[in-house]
């Protein structure tokens, strides 16, 4: 088998929240690779570090202590605008509450990271978005309002939005945490057959058994740490 690439690597990291006598650390010397098609859970108690993790794999917070790199480039965090364009390029975000927009349909919702996309024709957005409804099972509800939606079908409207710009990692915080058992399966599923597609990184963070039993690759944390 050939050896997949490196896509992200962490290097020693530690994530303190506040200081003095209210210091947090939040995660303590984490180091960590992802590769692609890599379908990794991190798994852990409440507070051991999970959305931390996530959210500095997401760009959204950066590291106190450690480096990350990105594709091999070290990534700097202080930069603000620069990060926001990597996320936007390279990474693709699903949330526990879905997030959807109410007033738009499954298809403008999946839509909405294409927007500010100016190098792609408004017809080669479209198919895209048709492309990605139809794999999450969703092409006869692509212009149905998020409220007309269950649970499970907002949550794959979240995924196919979540692709749509072609990222090379997903990440997704506990996605299962608000579905009944049959969504959380079809959902799985579906992550699990687009992951199989493509190059995609999927890292979840999760609590629930049925996702751990999908997982590729395992990463457990305690108190911020590795196990
Ligand atoms: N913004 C913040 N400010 C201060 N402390 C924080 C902040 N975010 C998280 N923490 C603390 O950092 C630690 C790790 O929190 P984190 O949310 O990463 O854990 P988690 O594993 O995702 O937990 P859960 O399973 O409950 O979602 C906790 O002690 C938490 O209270
Ligand atoms: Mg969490």
Do not use: W
């Amino acid at each position: 088998m050939s050896k997949k690439n490196l896509i992200i690597d962490v290097k020693n990291v530690s994530r303190y929240y506040g200081k003095e006598h209210s210091l947090v650390k939040a995660l303590e010397n984490v180091s960590m690779q992802v590769y692609e098609k890599s379908f990794l859970t991190i798994t852990g108690p409440s507070g051991s570090g999970k959305s931390t993790l996530l959210n500095i794999l997401g760009f959204l917070i950066g590291p106190t202590k450690g480096e990350v790199f990105f594709e091999g480039k070290k990534m700097m965090y202080d930069d603000y605008d620069k990060m926001a364009g990597f996320r936007h390029e390279k990474i693709g975000i699903i949330f526990q509450s879905f997030n959807l927009i109410p007033v738009l349909t499954a298809k403008e919702n999946v839509l909405v990271p294409l927007i500010i996309q100016k190098d792609i024709t408004e017809k080669e957005k479209e198919n895209r978005a048709q492309v990605l409804l139809e794999a999450v099972g969703l092409k006869n509800q692509a212009d149905q309002y998020p409220a007309e939606l269950s649970g499970g079908e907002k949550q794959r409207v979240a995924i196919a939005r979540a692709l749509i710009c072609n990222p090379a990692v997903v990440l997704a915080d506990e996605p299962t945490a608000n579905l009944d058992t049959k969504s959380a399966e079809e959902v799985l599923k579906v992550m699990r057959d687009l992951n199989e597609k493509s190059e995609t990184a999927f890292i979840f963070s999760t609590h629930d058994p049925r996702v751990i039993q999908y997982a590729k690759e395992k990463l457990e944390l305690k108190d911020g740490r590795v196990v």
